[in-house]
Every structure is written in C-alpha cells, then in structure tokens.
C-alpha cells in the first residue's frame, strides 16, 4: 500500500516507521526543522522502554504533489491544525481514503463533509517526545490503536486498516461509534492534561500531589459516570474497571504512573506540547456533559468552569 503520513511527530513518525518495515511504500509530510532534520537523518526513534535504537531512510516531503497518488492518507496532526490541513486533502484528487488519527470529537461532521466518503477516524496508542532529530517513544500496551467510521458501521475498508495496522505491530480494533470513543477518551486526558498544568506540567510533582491527584480522579470518574448515564458506552473496559475500584486504590495506580517514566511519556509530553489542543478539547467535552444532565463538580473545579 502506497501511505502518506501527515504529521511527523511522535504518532506520525512511530506509525509510518512501523508501516515502513512491514514492506509498505511510506511517504512523511513535515514541515519546518522537522523536515529539515528528516532529510538529513531519516526516521530516529528510540523505544524509551527497551532502549532499541531504529534508524529508517524515508522519503519526505513539504508538500504533495498534486498529481501524486496514495491509498492512505493517515493525519496525524493537531486539532487545532486541522482547518490548515483540509485544502491539501481536498486538493487530493487520487481518492484516497483519508484516516483522521487524533482528538476529533466533534469535527466529524466537518470533516466530513468537506471530504465526503474518503474519511474515517481513529486514535494512535504511541506517547512520546521529540528531541532534535530522535523520537523517543513508548507504545501503551493498556491502549489499542483505533478505528472507526463515521456510519459505525464495519466496513470492508476498516476491517483492511485493521489488518493492515495489525501486521505493522499495532493491536486495532474497530469502534461502533467512534465519536462516543473519541469523547470517552477526552473525558480521560483532559482532567489529566488540567491536573499537568497545576503543578507545570511536571509528572512527579503531580504523583506528590495528593489533592491535585484526588481532584483529577474524581473529576475523571465524574466525567466516566456522565457519559454512560447518557448511552455512551465506548469507554474502554480497563478504565471503566479501574475507575470502579475506590479512589485510595486509583490514585494509588496514577501515582505509580507519574512518578516513573511513563507520566512523562505518556500525559506530560504531549500536554506540555498541545495546550491549545487540550483546551479546546476539554470546552467540547464540557459541551458533551451538559447533553447529560449530570453534575461533574470535580472536574469544573479543575477546568475552572463556573457552572
């Protein structure tokens, strides 16, 4: 398959180098130092986890060209860069199908009516930072990769990405409403991004921070009980497991997790890097709890909503 990767972060670079080495033709847009950096070095990632070392040529470019043809297009930029990315995947005329990797809740309607048939939806289980020309990255085995289309229903084209993304070393799976997924998920990292910004989006200081930490628990585990009261029931079945168990336990297990390298690698990078993303994240999520007419005093506090 012929692959165009949007976005060469930490998700675009980790997904088509795994796309890359399962024999696929992989092209990487970037822009700025980073294409710079890919034109010189290539891909560089580094598993934070095992310490392995990968080094990959790849072609790279700062725009495609308009007469170029691919089979995927996976965008894995932003949301708040995705009205800069719409006119070059409308300028596309090869139709490609065009897999949105990232927080779009609430944009499907958008996107897809500016692209038609061609989009689908999913969320990457890669965490990480980039440093100079190195990714440093870890996959969250707790998080799959996911997909979905807009219609829920499970298509023969989903269940190829699937496949596809499978082979590459990624566990997918297909969501029956990927929207109701995607609003889940805002409903977990938003309290988690917000906890951050208290204490500098500093992972360890956060797990010492008891009442930060009970505030970001309880204010997730509003957010969980709001969404179900009202139909969603797209939450992944480890978070709604843990969430059930009394909080001296959850925080427990959060703390663990900032004070050790994954709190970094998983929430902190990507919170430090994304504010703006984040904050128009958490106004959507506040929108969809309205819709549920449940109280999430909690994580009001911590948006700092007045309600």
Known sequence: ???????????????AARLLEAGHEVVLLARGRRLDDLRAHGVILQNA??????????????????????????????????????????AMNDGSDVLFFGNTANRQTDLVEALGQRALFGFPAVGGSCEGPTVTYVLIAQ????????????????????ELLDEAGFTTQI????????????????????????VDVDARRLAADQATMRLMVNATRQ???????????????NLRVLYRLPNVFVTAYWRRVFAGPRGELWFAAHSRNAQAEMHTLAQQLHTALRATDRATPDLDRLLNINT
């Open 1 to 15: 398959m012929r692959i165009l990767v949007l976005g060469a972060g930490v998700i675009g670079s980790v997904y």
């Open 49 to 90: 986890e095992s310490g392995e070392r990968t080094w990959l040529p790849v072609t790279v470019v700062g725009q495609p060209d308009p007469d170029d043809r691919f089979d995927l297009v996976l965008v894995s930029v932003r949301a708040e860069q995705l009205t800069d990315t719409l006119p070059m995947l409308t």
């Open 143 to 162: 998080q799959k990769t996911m997909l979905g289309e807009p219609s829920g229903v499970r298509t023969p084209r989903a269940r190829r990405l699937q």
């Open 175 to 198: 969501s029956a409403d990927i929207d109701a997924w995607l609003v889940g998920h805002a409903a977990f990292v938003v309290p988690i991004a917000f906890a951050l910004y208290r």
């Open 223 to 237: 957010g969980f009980t709001a969404l179900q009261s009202h139909g969603n029931t797209e939450i992944p079945k």
